[in-house]
T-cell receptor
Framework: DAKTTQPPSMDCAEGRAANLPCNHS???????VYWYRQIHSQGPQYIIH???NNETNEMASLIITEDRKSSTLILPHATLRDTAVYYCIVVTQGGSEKLVFGKGTKLTVNP | NAGVTQTPKFQVLKTGQSMTLQCAQDMNHEYMSWYRQDPGMGLRLIHYSVGAGITDQGEVPNGYNVSRSTTEDFPLRLLSAAPSQTSVYFCASNSWQGPGELFFGEGSRLTVL
């Protein structure tokens, strides 16, 4: 079973920030939070990951709560090309050959 | 680098036929895995491998066979295809150095009639 819970769908207006939540209330101290997205029927694409500090890269920002039980992926200026399914997964450092994905959140960016 | 390469991209089989989906990676990754994705569903892990000669079952292994004779290749075999195996199959690889950063192939769309 997936260790994360995400809303099945969300909508966002083009140019606005998209904030995608993820609950991982049973996360362990040595588990990272990873985010992926899957555009249409392509293979999923890695976005960002973090342990306990907030992270930012050219694609997105990741905010992890202090208790690490939830996180938010932020796409600061969503475009139509960001319409995709977004997956949040937890990964154990050193034991991550077996990664389990849930159903993710379908983000629709509207013009 | 080509990354992860899957062949074929499309395949139609009849019930009972066998076939092999090929997967190759050129990143020298230790880990490789196969997922299937059905309409409206997330990715489900079929089999995975932590290195040459070592494989293990994922969530939905029945009806599939794998082997890992080299670091680069991880073929998925359907022994006797069934309509329930109609799906899109993704191969992925990752390294212990970046354990959660999976690199996926473009997918293989399989239809079993």
């Amino acid at each position: 079973d997936a260790k994360t819970t995400q809303p099945p769908s969300m909508d966002c207006a083009e140019g606005r920030a998209a904030n995608l939540p993820c609950n991982h209330s049973t996360i362990s101290g040595n588990e990272y939070v990873y985010w992926y997205r899957q555009i249409h029927s392509q293979g999923p694409q890695y976005i960002i990951h973090g342990l306990k500090n907030n992270e930012t890269n050219e694609m997105a920002s990741l905010i992890i709560t202090e208790d690490r039980k939830s996180s938010t992926l932020i796409l600061p200026h969503a475009t139509l090309r960001d319409t995709a399914v977004y997956y949040c997964i937890v990964v154990t450092q050193g034991g991550s050959e077996k990664l389990v994905f849930g159903k993710g959140t379908k983000l629709t960016v509207n013009p | 680098n080509a990354g992860v390469t899957q062949t074929p991209k499309f395949q139609v089989l009849k019930t009972g036929q066998s076939m092999t989906l090929q997967c190759a990676q050129d990143m020298n990754h230790e880990y490789m895995s196969w997922y299937r994705q059905d309409p409206g569903m997330g990715l489900r892990l079929i089999h995975y491998s932590v290195g040459a000669g070592i494989t293990d079952q994922g969530e939905v292994p029945n009806g599939y066979n794998v082997s890992r004779s080299t670091t680069e290749d991880f073929p998925l075999r359907l022994l006797s295809a069934a309509p329930s195996q109609t799906s899109v199959y993704f191969c992925a690889s990752n390294s212990w150095q970046g354990p959660g950063e999976l690199f996926f192939g473009e997918g293989s769309r399989l239809t079993v009639l």
